[in-house]
């Protein structure tokens, strides 16, 4: 179940866990950690199946910047993503050509 972020739910840097959301991916598949977002601890983990990890995928599903990839290619600590992304893991042993030609791509 993913659960929709709320301001009450926002904390500072070192109160809980990083969130990603459209604004932190580009269109070549980089992540921009300039303007952190953080959600409580308690939000996190009501949500462990969107909790990203080093070599997971995460898509943005809808908005003006529909499409932006990224591949997750450092451990970034304890980081969810907001309701704009889904998350895809990447499971071991799956390499990321062989991903995007499973899409067509």
Do not use: C, P, R
């Given at each position: 179940m993913v659960l929709k972020d709320t301001t009450s739910d926002l904390v500072g840097e070192g109160?809980?866990?990083?969130?990603?959301?459209?604004?932190?991916l580009d269109w070549e598949g980089n992540i921009h950690l300039s303007q952190p977002v953080f959600i409580s601890w308690k939000k996190y983990y009501e949500s462990p199946e969107i909790m990203v990890?080093?070599?997971?995928?995460i898509i943005v599903q809808r908005g003006s910047t529909c499409g932006k990839v990224a591949l997750i290619n450092m451990d970034l600590g304890p980081t969810t993503i907001n309701p704009s992304l889904v998350l895809y893991p990447l499971k071991k042993g799956i390499k990321?050509?062989?991903?995007?030609?499973?899409?067509?791509l």
């Open positions: 109160e809980g866990a990083l969130t990603l959301g459209a604004t932190h990890n080093k070599n997971d995928i990321i050509k062989q991903f995007l030609g499973e899409l067509g």
